[in-house]
């Protein structure tokens, strides 16, 4: 686990120790996040540097950190929240509530999967629709409402627009 700041021995003379500490945008680079993000996980006790300069207000955080900031991002990159990925990170979850995080995830992982797939079949029936007949034959009115029905399919009200498509 991430070593709290007071377990860094606090060395003005500058030990071995800290000469390995990576400065914030050191951190930031090698995980490709500004160090900003990195601020707001400090503020939201996600990972906390390990070492703060009293004079500078320079933050330092271990090579160690870097595998936690990756395990963040990748959980970031998977739809949680930081409130989760506090939740899920601090260890004071038992092993059923953090299933229960993630089934939970899992579910709406598969619920956009679903709703990207009816925008797909929509799409699909739309452009077929569309080009069945040469658009050149079209009048304005029908050429504007292909086009406008295509447009819609980025509307969240998916299932309401694929019952018109399938009505027609």
């Not at 330092?60 to 936690?68: E, R, T």
């Not at 079949?121 to 304005?140: P, R, V």
Request: cysteine-free; proline content about 3%; charged content about 30%.
């Amino acid at each position: 686990m991430v070593k709290e700041p007071s377990e860094i021995m606090d060395n003005e003379n500058g030990s071995s120790e800290d000469s390995a500490l990576l400065k914030i945008g050191e951190l930031a680079a090698m995980a490709g996040v500004s160090p900003k993000a990195l601020r707001i996980y400090e503020q939201k006790n996600i990972l906390r540097p390990v070492k703060v300069d009293p004079e500078t207000g320079y933050r330092y955080y271990s090579p160690d950190q870097h595998k936690l900031l990756d395990a963040l991002i990748e959980l970031q990159d998977m739809g949680f929240s930081l409130n989760e990925i506090e939740l899920l990170l601090s260890g004071k979850l038992s092993e059923d509530e953090a299933q229960k995080i993630f089934e939970e995830k899992r579910k709406t992982l598969n619920e956009t999967i679903w709703k990207a797939q009816a925008q797909i079949e929509e799409l699909d029936a739309i452009a077929d629709g569309l080009f069945a007949k040469d658009m050149k034959e079209m009048s304005d009115e029908e050429r504007a409402w292909h086009l406008a029905k295509l447009v819609r399919v980025s509307d969240h009200n998916v299932h309401q627009t694929l019952s018109e498509i399938l009505w027609l």
